[in-house]
């Protein structure tokens, strides 16, 4: 058992052991549709129905969460590689191109495609270093029958049961 603190390498290298789904948290600005690729997505209470993320401080898609006060929780399904990877890259110009959303009852940007999805109200927001963990409040919620797409030790893959 090492004795000294972890380093980030080693942190990572760590956590890419917990196997995860992959999301596209979607929200809304003055522009258009925004969103971003996150795994940081659990579930978090029953009564009421709260979700929560840990959304990156200094992204693009926190102040829209925040300024709409929603946001939407959209589950990738096994063919979504690519968009997971276009919603994660740098550039964020052409996320939504060739993407069709409907407006949830939020106002959030719902992926027609999605397996699932969670459109949700902010209910609360807890900074937590250079993350804040977002707490949505469940107001509707939908699934497909599918195959999910999961992450694990930094690779896509799918669900063989
Ligand atoms: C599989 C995967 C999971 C990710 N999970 C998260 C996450 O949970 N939270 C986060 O803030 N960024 C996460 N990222 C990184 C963001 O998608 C990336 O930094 C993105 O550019 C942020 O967009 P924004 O700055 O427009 O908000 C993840 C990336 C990948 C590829």
């Given at each position: 058992?090492?004795?000294?603190?972890?380093d980030?390498d080693?942190?990572?290298?760590?956590?890419?052991?917990?196997?995860?789904?992959?999301?596209?948290?979607?929200?809304?600005d003055e522009?258009?549709p925004?969103?971003?690729?996150?795994?940081?997505?659990?579930?978090?209470?029953?009564?009421?129905?709260?979700?929560?993320?840990?959304?990156?401080?200094?992204?693009?898609?926190?102040?829209?969460?925040r300024?709409s006060?929603?946001?939407?929780?959209n589950?990738?399904?096994?063919?979504h590689?690519?968009?997971?990877?276009?919603f994660?890259?740098?550039d964020?110009a052409d996320r939504?191109?060739?993407?069709s959303v409907?407006?949830?009852?939020?106002?959030?940007?719902i992926l027609?495609?999605?397996?699932?999805?969670?459109?949700?109200?902010?209910?609360?927001?807890?900074p937590?270093?250079d993350?804040?963990?977002?707490?949505?409040r469940?107001?509707?919620?939908e699934?497909v029958a599918?195959e999910?797409?999961?992450?694990?030790?930094?690779?896509?893959?799918?669900?063989?049961p």
């Amino acid at each position: 058992m090492a004795s000294s603190l972890p380093d980030i390498d080693a942190f990572r290298h760590v956590m890419g052991h917990f196997g995860s789904g992959v999301t596209v948290i979607t929200s809304r600005d003055e522009a258009g549709p925004v969103g971003f690729t996150a795994s940081s997505v659990a579930s978090l209470s029953l009564r009421p129905l709260l979700v929560m993320v840990g959304v990156s401080d200094g992204g693009e898609t926190l102040p829209a969460m925040r300024e709409s006060g929603a946001f939407a929780v959209n589950i990738l399904a096994r063919h979504h590689q690519d968009l997971a990877l276009r919603f994660a890259a740098a550039d964020r110009a052409d996320r939504f191109a060739d993407v069709s959303v409907a407006a949830g009852s939020t106002g959030s940007p719902i992926l027609s495609d999605a397996l699932a999805w969670l459109d949700c109200r902010l209910h609360a927001e807890f900074p937590a270093g250079d993350h804040v963990v977002v707490v949505g409040r469940v107001e509707a919620c939908e699934a497909v029958a599918g195959e999910p797409l999961l992450y694990y030790r930094g690779r896509f893959g799918g669900w063989l049961p």
